[in-house]
């Protein structure tokens, strides 16, 4: 069974802090995976897509590691701001024509930044 | 949220009563979703349509149907039939099948 494990569930960290969060993964075969954000009351917002080939991938101030033989995935935050308070969801692609067992999500890791 | 609108935002109905969610995308896509999220779990599938009058039941679909009549339209009626229709209730779409979804701001139902 494809499954996606993130951890923390949750993380308070201070204003101007860096912080990793962790997904890992049981999804066969691999085609990508992707970080969410997710304001509360809100969609979730792609925010990096990795696939096999990549290990690093970075958007402004958020950096995504991939490490496909150990099926792990890191975020990685850097300089936090009070508006990176939110979810962070990792979803993983399988490769397959079904849309029904194309994505599994994990249950997200949730952070507040304090001031 | 990008062209993907859900409607209402918070939604109340009492048990035995059906209601149906809203979902409305303008960006030509042809795959349109519905997922529902409780707290501490990942989102799980409910319904896809991959083209206009076709559509699959996902990981969860009893107790839910769904109607894709046009192309920029997936509404989904959570029936008396599911047990815990109290959840929040989000609808994605995309170009095809495995590429990048796009999700709308989402609806939260209250059944009491």
């Known amino acids: 069974k494809n499954q996606v494990e993130q951890s923390p569930q949750s993380l308070i960290i201070l204003e101007g802090k860096n912080c990793t969060l962790q997904c890992n993964y049981t999804v066969s075969p691999f085609s990508n995976l992707r970080w969410y954000k997710q304001d509360t009351g809100r969609g979730p917002v792609s925010l990096t897509i990795m696939t096999f080939s990549e290990n690093t991938k970075s958007n402004g101030r958020y950096t995504a590691t991939l490490d496909a033989d150990t099926k792990q995935s890191s975020l990685h935050i850097t300089a936090s701001q009070l508006s990176d308070s939110a979810s962070y969801i990792c979803v993983v692609s399988a490769r397959d024509n079904n849309a029904g067992n194309m994505l599994t999500f994990g249950g997200g890791t949730r952070l507040m930044v304090k001031p | 949220d990008g062209g993907i609108t859900q409607s209402p935002k918070y939604l109340f109905r009492k048990e035995g009563q059906n209601v149906t969610l809203s979902c409305e995308q303008n960006?030509?896509?042809?795959?349109m979703y519905w997922y529902r999220q409780d707290p501490g779990q990942g989102l799980r599938l409910i319904y896809y349509?991959?083209?206009?009058?076709?559509?699959q039941k996902g990981d969860i679909a009893e107790g839910y149907s769904v109607s894709r009549e046009k192309k920029e339209s997936f509404p989904l009626t959570v029936t008396s039939a599911q047990k815990n229709p109290t959840a929040f209730y989000l609808c994605?779409?995309?170009?095809?099948?495995?590429?990048?979804?796009?999700f709308g701001p989402g609806t939260r139902l209250t059944v009491t």
């Open positions: 994605a779409s995309s170009i095809g099948i495995g590429v990048e979804q796009y």
């Open positions: 960006l030509n896509h042809d795959a």
């Open positions: 349509s991959q083209i206009v009058n076709d559509f």
